[in-house]
Nanobody, 117 residues
């Protein structure tokens, strides 16, 4: 099983990034997907989630209206489009897969996002 995040980097405030998480080794379409983030010295927080079919999404208040989660079940990939980025969005972003019916879950290794001028 693998979840491999990509797309992180350094961006100026107000800029955009798109994170991708490529899944393998499990039946992706049966899993809800989430993006979490963890800033230095802070607890990991849930940023956004999407159900297995992609028809339902939820966002943390801090990113609502700026971030969009989506998935392509044909490509076994989940995305996080981030716009109007702020310095407080700086964190390591993690991809997470959850099979709701049995609790099986998997984590990616994380990708660094740094928002700074």
């Amino acid at each position: 099983v693998q979840l491999v995040e990509s797309g992180g980097g350094l961006v100026q405030p107000g800029g955009s990034l798109r994170l991708s998480c490529a899944a393998s080794g499990f039946t992706f379409r049966r899993y809800a997907m989430r993006w979490y983030r963890q800033a230095p010295g802070k607890v990991r927080e849930l940023v956004a989630d999407i159900n297995s079919a992609g028809g339902s999404t939820n966002y943390a208040d801090s990113v609502k209206g700026r971030f969009t989660i989506s998935r392509d079940n044909a490509k076994n990939t989940v995305y996080l489009q981030m716009s109007n980025l702020k310095p407080e969005d700086t964190a390591v972003y993690f991809c997470y897969a959850l099979r709701v019916v049995n609790g099986y879950d998997y984590w990616g290794q994380g990708t660094q996002v740094t928002v700074s001028s």
